[in-house]
């Protein structure tokens, strides 16, 4: 059985292991329509419960452009058409894993996505979503703070 849709070219025992012994390069999209960014409550985890942006790992062998594009389609149900722009590297480290007693440490590699107001997306990774006000999301305490990291450390508001 597979946990995760990232691990299906993995078998489960050897994913574990990787994230055991590994970091994982991951992609979060940072959605974006207006002012307004678009979070998901996530259902695994690691941020399990908490807003999360969408994204997830980069697969052996894809390059960054089609691993964004299976994120957006798979996490936003979107075809993405024009690449997102770069906002920076960013670090994660989590205690815990898919796995009981693993912690996970995510090399991530940020990405503001202009969006449209998305409707009707995907509930495999997220239970719900919600269109957060910067200013609301830095303030919410369902937010992870790896997330407020974004709006802290570099200004990505709509205009830039």
């Known amino acids: 059985?597979?946990?995760?849709?990232?691990?299906?070219?993995?078998?489960?025992?050897?994913?574990?292991?990787?994230?055991?012994?590994?970091?994982?390069?991951?992609?979060?999209?940072?959605?974006?329509?207006?002012?307004?960014?678009?979070?998901?409550?996530?259902?695994?985890?690691?941020?399990?419960?908490?807003?999360?942006?969408?994204?997830?790992?980069?697969?052996?062998?894809?390059?960054?452009?089609?691993?964004?594009?299976?994120?957006?389609?798979?996490?936003?149900?979107?075809?993405?058409v024009d690449e997102p722009n770069f906002i920076g590297v960013f670090q994660h480290f989590y205690d815990d894993s898919i796995y009981e007693n693993v912690s996970t440490h995510y090399v991530n590699l940020g990405y503001k996505l202009k969006v449209p107001n998305l409707k009707n997306l995907p509930k495999e990774q997220h239970s719900e979503y919600r269109w957060f006000s910067v200013e609301e999301l830095l303030q919410s305490d369902e937010v992870h703070a790896y997330v407020k990291d974004y709006f802290k450390k570099i200004n990505i508001g709509e205009n830039k």
């Open 1 to 80: 059985m597979m946990i995760l849709q990232e691990s299906s070219m993995v078998p489960d025992e050897m994913f574990k292991t990787v994230i055991e012994y590994a970091p994982l390069v991951s992609i979060d999209l940072i959605a974006m329509h207006k002012d307004k960014v678009l979070l998901g409550k996530r259902v695994n985890k690691p941020a399990f419960g908490y807003y999360f942006t969408t994204g997830g790992i980069v697969r052996k062998n894809e390059t960054l452009a089609n691993a964004m594009k299976r994120l957006a389609k798979l996490e936003l149900g979107i075809e993405l």
